[in-house]
């Protein structure tokens, strides 16, 4: 839009702002939908879970829920106009929409710890030989050794870097190199933003088609090394023992779940700056079919640099030591020390990662702004002057309580709060989420406002998917994993009891809203509750007159 959720901009005008061009708003989504999941947590999950065993349950839940569900939330979020934090269609439920932006926001917090270590990996590439090519720096311990064996006993240079980078002295005390990074990175992202979509949009023209240049580049190279073939093997033939694990099934609903963003807002938010009668389902199938086909790219491009390791190990690829960021910052160093010119394709493969995270941070980051903008614009306005000072507040914020993740083992910090975050509380919002739109607001009334906006109803599977399937298969997700509960681990620590506790409190910070925005209805608002149920409600009639959602009424 000419000016995204400025100041300027009346949630009850009667014309809203839109994108300049419909493909911004499809690159944007791509761009958050499109993140350091795709490379990271994707082919880390996938590998944990027995390679292709893995890629059944995650298309299933592609197909199940990623697609039905986001067309759900661009549906809501063109048709409403508004971020998440709007209540009405939540009625009872509306604590979901203040969950949803509460999540994203302590998301944000420690992501962008995520962007500040592919930022410091990528000023440390331009060394030679680069910091993690060998065991003569002041960091290597005794048991360094330049290739890796399945030996308890030793570590490889690109493992003792990475613990290097994040610190594993004094508990407590701030790595100052990572500080000075990370308030880089937060400049970043303050500068991709700031402006609104008036900034967001031009710059995902270049952040959300830059990574795939990169990954092609990258699986080319990958795959004519020796080995290559036996990581490309143990990632798409399945281990189908596997399949039987509930554990799977979770991880794979998990991903779809943070890699699409469902329940993160983000899309929801963005999708509210469409024009009235833009064709949703093609928005849908784009960001989610390429957000997926990424993924698979990103796994074959790191799978065939795990054979790779494994040919040079002399060890199968299943027994390589592959645990969370370690997928990203330790396996693929370690790779490119051994690849011709090792100085470039570290360069690009970590400026690829800070595109890729970037155009997730700043989409977490706008739901908050837009939510806040939604909800408290005249205060703001009077307090903050400019929508600029208002994301800078933001930034400031989330810098603040991301200081800890860059502390001594700050790393532990990052995977209790990833953990809690982004499996345990995405899990509850989904499921509430789906519960508030299809069943309260219902699929009669959504499938009336898809008409309404683009001439055509959703079809029977559509349908199905949101009133039966989706609730259905999430609370069985919810179930499973709530009965068959792990505590957070990193590589083999396992967090003690009060960590936990701590863990827990983390997510509820995000989840607390939704029994609170209940209270509140029950207590405040005590005839909403019966003007939720009824299809002549009020509510009915702000979501069905497009003049009062700030949009122009269609004609005729």
């Given amino acids: 839009p000419s000016d995204f959720a400025a100041f300027s ?55 199940m829920l990623g697609i039905p569900l986001l067309h759900m939330e661009l549906s809501l979020g063109q048709y409403m106009r508004r971020g998440p934090v709007h209540k009405p269609y939540f009625c009872l439920f509306s604590g979901v929409g203040m969950a949803s932006v509460a999540i994203s926001f302590i998301m944000c917090t420690y992501y962008n710890v995520v962007i500040t270590w592919a930022l410091y990996y990528l000023f440390s590439s331009f060394q ?34 990475f613990k290097y980078v994040y610190g594993v002295e004094e508990t407590g005390v701030l790595r100052l190199e990572l500080f000075l990074i990370l308030i880089l990175a937060w400049i970043l992202v303050y500068l991709c933003i700031f402006k609104g979509v008036k900034s967001t949009g031009k710059v995902v023209y270049f952040t ?30 399945p281990e189908w023992d596997r399949l039987l694990s509930v554990e799977v099934w979770v991880n794979a609903a998990a991903q ?30 784009t960001i989610s079919i390429i957000n997926s086909f990424t993924s698979i790219l990103a796994g074959f491009v790191i799978f065939s640099s795990l054979g790779y390791m494994s040919h040079l190990q002399g060890i199968p690829v299943s027994d390589l030591a592959v645990d969370g960021p370690g997928l990203v910052y330790v ?37 908050l702004v837009t939510s806040l903008l939604d909800e408290y614009n005249q205060h703001l306005i009077a307090f903050f002057k400019r929508k600029e000072l208002l994301v800078f507040a933001v930034c400031c914020a989330a810098f603040l309580l991301g200081i800890p993740c860059v502390m001594q083992v700050g790393i532990y910090v990052f995977q209790l709060m990833d953990h809690y ?11 509430f989420e789906v519960i508030a739109i299809c069943w309260c607001y219902g699929t009669n009334r959504l499938s009336d406002n898809l008409e309404e906006m683009t001439g055509k109803r959703p079809n029977i599977f559509f349908r199905m998917c949101w009133l039966i399937v989706a609730p259905l298969l999430i609370g069985t997700i919810l179930i499973f994993s709530i009965i068959q509960f792990k505590p957070a681990r990193y590589g083999d ?60 009424p269609l004609p005729g």
């Fill in 208 to 237: 959300a088609v830059f990574p795939y240049v990169i990954l092609i580049a990258l699986l080319i190279n990958n795959v004519q090394l020796p080995g290559a073939l036996d990581g490309i093997t143990f990632f798409i033939l």
């Fill in 256 to 285: 779809i779940f943070n890699s699409i963003g469902i329940g993160f807002g983000s899309l929801l938010a963005m999708s509210s700056y469409n024009s009235f009668n833009n064709s949703v389902l093609k928005d849908t199938l």
């Fill in 9 to 63: 901009f009346q949630p009850q005008s009667p014309v809203g702002p839109t994108w300049s061009r419909q493909i911004e708003f499809t690159l944007a989504g791509i761009g958050c939908a499109v993140g350091l999941g795709n490379v990271w947590r994707f082919p880390y999950l996938c590998y944990r879970s027995g390679g292709g065993a893995f890629l059944l349950p995650y298309l299933f839940m592609l197909l």
């Fill in 421 to 431: 975050t982004a499996i345990v509380s995405i899990t509850f919002l989904a499921f």
């Fill in 331 to 367: 396996v693929y160093p370690q790779a490119f020390a051994n690849m011709p010119v090792a100085q470039l394709w570290a360069v690009l493969f970590f400026f690829m990662l800070l595109c890729l995270g970037l155009d997730s941070e700043f989409a977490m980051v706008e739901v």
């Fill in 128 to 161: 030679a030989p680069l910091p993690w090519q060998n065991c003569n720096n002041t960091w290597n311990t005794p048991n360094c050794t330049n290739h890796a064996t399945n030996s308890s006993y030793t570590s490889t240079a690109s493992q003792e870097f």
């Fill in 493 to 552: 620590y396992v967090f003690p009891p009060w960590a936990q506790g701590v863990g827990w409190l983390i997510a509820l910070a995000s989840i607390i809203w939704i029994p609170l925005g209940a209270i509140h209805t029950f207590w405040v608002l005590p005839e909403s509750v019966v003007v939720c149920a009824s299809s002549t409600s009020v509510q009915h009639f702000l979501l069905s007159a497009p003049e009062n959602r700030g949009v122009a």
